[in-house]
């Protein structure tokens, strides 16, 4: 079970959304290179990228921000936004990133999903972002008409590392994750998912590491982390424990 810290890409700083609002940001940290040492420091094995320009430009923004920090840590990162081509996709992969997180691309051009997993297995993931249960797009400012399982469904037979869900609802607002919609979608599905999306506190890292999760991949966490709702050390101390038990 793995805790990903989130950094979010915005004009080239750290920053954290309520509800994907591109006006609702708040800035965390201006140099986020620094962000992403100072969560290895802390222990933290993963990281989880989001270049929020990038989703809502349909191409990379922030490479600069993502150069740097490939450049100062040694930790794994998983990064999305505006990853809408195979070039995209081998660029980043080249550079150090460890999986990419194809987004809106998964809903319009699910044949991209399944030319990167296959020439790149292991190291692409797909993110499904739902507001009332119907997935948005294009850094979540638009819907579409399909469900989170409809499109999980596509690629069950495809390759791909993992599924990130995210509550759009939720995201930001520090009021948990939506457990109950994550686990029955990890339960439908063969491939792991990983929950995003209004991660509060450690209540929601032991909810984590109940059996009823057991077939989820971890979990992302963001504003809880910053504002120091949720302290790293406990964090991962109690899924080091888990692990051993």
């Not at 940290?29 to 989001?50: M, S, T």
């Not at 921000?65 to 081509?85: F, H, P, S, Y």
């Amino acid at each position: 079970m793995i805790l990903f810290p989130a950094i979010d890409l915005k004009d080239g700083l750290a920053v954290r959304l309520e509800q994907g609002d591109m006006a609702r940001a708040t800035v965390f940290n201006r140099d986020p290179a620094d962000q992403a040492y100072a969560f290895e420091i802390a222990g933290f094995e993963y990281l989880h990228i989001v270049d929020l320009d990038g989703a809502f430009a349909g191409k990379p923004v922030n490479g600069g921000a993502v150069d740097r920090i490939l450049e100062a840590t040694n930790i794994r990162v998983q990064l999305g936004g505006g990853i809408r081509d195979m070039a995209t996709v081998a660029g980043w992969l080249d550079k150090g990133v460890n999986r990419v997180i194809i987004g809106t691309a998964a809903v319009r051009d699910p044949t991209l999903v399944r030319e990167a997993a296959a020439a790149y297995p292991g190291r692409v993931a797909v993110g499904l972002d739902a507001r009332d249960g119907k997935v948005a797009v294009q850094g979540w400012a638009e819907a579409s008409e399909l469900t989170v399982l409809d499109i999980a469904r596509r690629f069950e037979d495809a390759g791909v590392s993992a599924i990130i869900y995210t509550d759009i609802s939720r995201d930001g607002m520090l009021k948990g994750i939506n457990w109950d919609a994550t686990i029955a979608l990890a339960d439908a599905i063969s491939i792991p998912v990983i929950a995003s999306g209004g991660l509060a506190s450690i209540e929601d890292v032991k909810t984590m590491l109940e059996p009823r999760a057991k077939r989820l991949e971890g979990a992302i966490a963001g504003r809880a982390i910053y504002d120091g709702r949720l302290n790293p050390a406990e964090a991962l101390a109690l899924i080091r424990a888990a692990k051993t038990a």
